[in-house]
């Protein structure tokens, strides 16, 4: 029985486990030093005529050996090992620079969103680093959204505030992400400069057969309307959702039904064909 058994300081299972992790620190450095990742976007649409809203660009993780990872499997790492902030900034350059690509082959204007963790909001510098990457970039502040978190704002001091405050000077727009899931308390909403509240895919899900799921997306609804905020369903992956989204006043939508992320060089091709559908 147990009681007879030996004190483990750390078994083979332990220490593969420890070994994999820093083997995966280690080639998430090496990715990191040789620009080992790559954005997928994908499309957010107007629920009332569909029209092409934006796109958001979420990481992926070139991988030696598994191939492309989603960043369910790395971003709590990075956070982890301080590496995050390398990696949003990399997105940050890169989701900006294709998105100006894509302008200048005939896309339409609309914005591009890229997610930063609450590490970034950390770094004194990060408003006046965004404008260098528009600056050198080309991309009109205008088509440059932030997803930011609930946790962030939760935890913001003067600081976090003057970035906020400063990014919003300069017409960088920002979003809440995965609205609903993070705080109860809303006072957080008045202090800062947002934009649009991004309704977690925990309450799309069953949207249309979850009287009380319903009951959350209708007062996220009527809450943003009457701030002057915009909404946008997350993980949307049936008609009838879309259509009680439309009905409930959700302003957008993104999610599988519309289409999943894709390469940047599929945009203009999905673009066309989703316009002349
Ligand atoms: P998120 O920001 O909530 O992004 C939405 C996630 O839901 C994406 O997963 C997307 O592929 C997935 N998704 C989209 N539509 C549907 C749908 O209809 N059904 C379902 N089941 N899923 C859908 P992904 O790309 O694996 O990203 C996961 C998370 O990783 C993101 O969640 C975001 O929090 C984080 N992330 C992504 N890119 C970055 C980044 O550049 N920096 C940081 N810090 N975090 C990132
Ligand atoms: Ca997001
Ligand atoms: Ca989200
Ligand atoms: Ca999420």
Redesign the pocket.
């Known amino acids: 029985e147990s009681s007879h058994q030996p004190f483990q300081f750390y078994t083979p299972a332990l220490e593969s486990r420890a070994s994999r992790m820093l083997n995966q620190e280690q080639l998430l450095r090496q990715s990191i030093a040789l620009g080992g990742f790559e954005l997928?976007y994908?499309p957010q649409v107007r629920t009332d005529n569909g029209a092409l809203a934006g796109f958001?660009?979420?990481?992926r993780w070139r991988h030696p050996q598994r191939g492309l990872v989603?960043?369910?499997e790395f971003?709590a790492l990075a956070e982890a090992r301080g590496l995050?902030t390398a990696?949003?900034r990399w997105?940050l350059r890169q989701a900006c620079h294709e998105a100006c690509a894509w302008l200048a082959q005939g896309m339409p204007r609309v914005p591009v969103s890229?997610?930063?963790?609450a590490q970034e909001f950390r770094h004194p510098d990060l408003a006046i680093d965004v404008a260098a990457v528009l600056a050198e970039t080309g991309l009109p502040a205008q088509l440059l959204h932030i997803?930011l978190t609930e946790s962030t704002l939760m935890h913001s001091d003067a600081q976090v505030q003057r970035t906020l405050h400063a990014l919003q000077q300069q017409g960088v727009q920002l979003a809440i992400?995965?609205f609903g899931t993070g705080y109860s308390s809303l006072a957080y909403l008045r202090r800062h400069p947002i934009h649009q509240l991004k309704i977690d895919?925990s309450f799309v899900t069953d949207l249309t057969d979850n009287e009380d799921d319903a009951a959350i997306v209708t007062a996220i609804v009527q809450m943003a309307r009457s701030l002057r905020l915009g909404t946008v369903a997350?993980?949307?992956?049936t008609p009838a959702q879309l259509a009680l989204l439309r009905q409930l006043g959700c302003e957008m939508a993104?999610?599988?039904?519309i289409a999943?992320?894709m390469p940047a060089e599929q945009l203009l091709q999905w673009q066309q064909d989703y316009c002349h559908k």
């Open positions: 997928h994908q958001e660009a979420l990481v989603s960043p369910e971003v995050i990696i949003d997105v890229v997610n930063m963790s997803e992400d995965d895919r997350e993980g949307v992956e993104q999610g599988y039904l999943p992320p």
